[in-house]
């Protein structure tokens, strides 16, 4: 019933940016976190960042001072925004947002990174 729609995904250089985003169909109440995944050819996925209802952030080692997570609890988005792009972020990324109830997640969109 709920969907996550995200965008923003595309083709960038090294050094460069975009930003994610990502937004429910419908309201979902009782958020407890919304955040970001991804995952490369290959690997397994793996955490970006999360950010609760509270505002509490969370971010991988790998991304730290480079992306910057924000949401609106309101209006149940979330966005990340990419600074200082690295071909090693190259991967699809997943939008993700739980609530008490249930684990909602995107379809993913592609980054890629050139270098």
């Known amino acids: 019933q709920v969907q996550l729609v995200e965008s923003g995904g595309g083709l960038v250089q090294a050094g460069g940016s975009l930003r994610l985003s990502c937004a429910a169909s419908?309201?979902?109440?009782?958020?407890?976190?919304m955040g970001w995944y991804r995952q490369a050819p290959g690997k397994q996925r793996e955490l970006v960042a999360t950010i609760t209802s509270g505002g509490s952030t969370n971010y991988a080692d790998s991304v730290k001072g480079r992306f910057t997570i924000s949401r609106d609890n309101t209006k149940n988005t979330v966005t990340l925004q990419m600074n200082s792009l690295k071909p090693e972020d190259t991967a699809v990324y997943y939008c993700?947002?739980?609530?008490?109830?249930?684990?909602?997640w995107g379809q993913g969109t592609q980054v890629t990174v050139s270098s």
């Open positions: 993700n947002i739980r609530s008490w109830l249930s684990d909602y």
């Open positions: 419908s309201s979902i109440f009782s958020i407890q976190s």
